[in-house]
């Protein structure tokens, strides 16, 4: 099989816990190097929290740190000339925009899934504690997603109607489109 090399740059998905992220982000991640591509890196921030993250809470400084020390892995591996996959919950606004303007080649991908199925998928029962309020900061419970107002993701899927198929055949064709763009010089951060 013929190798080939995706132009360094982030997709991030984003949107509740248990709304696909990390299944989507897997997939993906094995799609493209399946098809040949050798410098894909998928970092999940729930892995994180093992090594690179590890201590830091859910408190909303802890969530603003463990989202920075993403952002700066990502410019590290793409300045490497690695095409990185993240998935993390970054239910402020304000993050989004930060790692949009942050890492220079960025395709934002929006999950959405209403809090009410994500909760019945939830294995682990993170968002019993949250409703038993157990839980400090949690995203669809005791904190809201925060919607998009200058920039919007460049795809959002409906993870509620749509399925895991069909999904990452639309966020395929959105990366094939992305990985033509031609990457900014510099950015603000990069």
């Known amino acids: 099989m013929e190798k080939k090399i995706l132009t ?16 989507l982000g897997e997939r993906l991640s094995a799609a493209l190097v399946s ?14 929290r093992k090594t690179v993250n590890k201590g830091l809470g859910f408190s909303i400084p802890d969530r603003y ?3 920075l020390n993403v952002v700066n892995l990502c410019k590290q591996y793409n300045a490497q000339g690695r095409f990185t996959i993240v ?3 970054s239910h402020k606004r304000d993050m989004r925009e930060e790692a949009r303007a942050s ?9 959405d899934c209403p ?4 909760a019945q998928r939830d294995q682990k029962g993170l968002y019993e504690k949250a409703l038993a309020n157990s839980a400090e900061c949690f995203p ?21 109607t749509l399925g895991v198929d069909v999904c990452l055949d639309r966020i395929l064709d959105a990366v094939r489109v992305f990985d033509r763009e031609k990457a900014p010089v510099s950015k603000a951060g990069a």
């Open 8 to 23: 360094p740059g982030t997709v991030w998905i984003t949107g509740l816990c248990n709304s696909g992220k990390t299944t």
């Open 35 to 48: 098809q040949g591509y050798e410098n894909v890196t998928f970092i999940d921030s729930g892995e994180l």
């Open 65 to 67: 740190q463990s989202f």
């Open 87 to 89: 998935s993390q919950i």
């Open 103 to 111: 890492i220079a080649h960025f395709m934002e991908i929006f999950l």
């Open 115 to 118: 809090p009410q199925i994500c």
């Open 140 to 160: 669809g419970v005791t904190e809201a997603y925060e919607c998009h107002t200058a920039f919007h993701p460049e795809l959002t899927l409906d993870t509620h």
